[in-house]
């Protein structure tokens, strides 16, 4: 299977902290990839490296073998490349549809009549057509992180790539956001899914990446990398020698 997006190389330094250590890996084309590492690892920085809102220090990122480094935040939107934050931030002004009109206008470089069939289908797939008139700012929290998935859908991503957006739900809301998550990858859209709630995550993922102090410490089928002594030791503080 064909790699839609690679890392090669990438460092990243912030001064004299490194925060991305030449980091490579993978996504296949049609993957759900999961992303785990203590907290302070970097996983957010990276994400932000593929989408642009920060520029490596070296090494390279290609998108559909197209080399992506240099390129602004916008053109990679347009490119296929979407993204939910950790915490939600919508117009809470505006209503569930506005925001998602937002994000398929400015996102997709489309006219916003050519968007409307688009949004729909979207607050569809997320479970937000009935509540499409709300005000974002009246949404609960499974809601709101919804309309952040939403919105990163609509841009039509090849690759849409979700910050910790289980965090904070219960078992059933986490549950329920998983089976969405799934549908999403049943479409065809590749995913990079950064989770520190690693049941939901190793239930819809194939593969599993861990990084530590920004550098890969381990990939590979999920269980056989959660198995993994060093995984265990930096991610879940079981010793090596206990383990």
Not at 143 to 154: F, G
Not at 204 to 212: E, P
Request: glycine share 12%; hydrophobic share 45%; with cysteine.
């Amino acid at each position: 299977m064909t790699a839609i997006l690679r890392l090669e190389g990438v460092s990243k330094s912030f001064g004299a902290l490194k925060v991305i250590d030449d980091l490579s890996f993978s996504l296949r084309r049609g993957e759900a990839l999961g992303v785990i590492g203590p907290n302070g690892a970097g996983k957010s920085t990276m994400f932000n490296l593929i989408t642009g809102g920060l520029t490596p220090g070296a090494g390279r990122i290609l998108f559909d073998e197209r080399d992506i480094t240099r390129l602004t935040p916008p053109a990679r939107c347009r490119l296929g490349i979407g993204r939910s934050y950790q915490i939600p931030q919508p117009f809470g002004g505006m209503t569930v549809f506005e925001n998602v009109l937002v994000g398929a206008t400015f996102g997709s470089g489309k006219p916003e009549r050519q968007c409307h069939e688009s949004c729909i289908a979207v607050l569809e797939t997320t479970g937000l057509l009935g509540k499409a008139n709300r005000l974002a700012g009246t949404l609960t929290l499974l809601e709101r992180k919804r309309l952040e998935l939403a919105r990163a859908l609509s841009i039509g991503p090849k690759v849409l790539l979700l910050d910790e957006i289980a965090g904070g739900l219960t078992e059933g809301e986490c549950q329920a956001l998983v089976e969405t998550i799934r549908t999403i990858h049943g479409n065809g859209v590749s995913l990079i899914w950064i989770e520190h709630v690693v049941h939901a995550l190793l239930a819809a993922v194939s593969r599993l990446v861990v990084i530590n102090f920004g550098a890969l410490l381990a990939e590979g089928e999920p269980q056989a990398v959660m198995n993994d002594p060093r995984v265990q030791s930096v991610y879940m503080g079981i010793d090596e020698d206990a383990a």
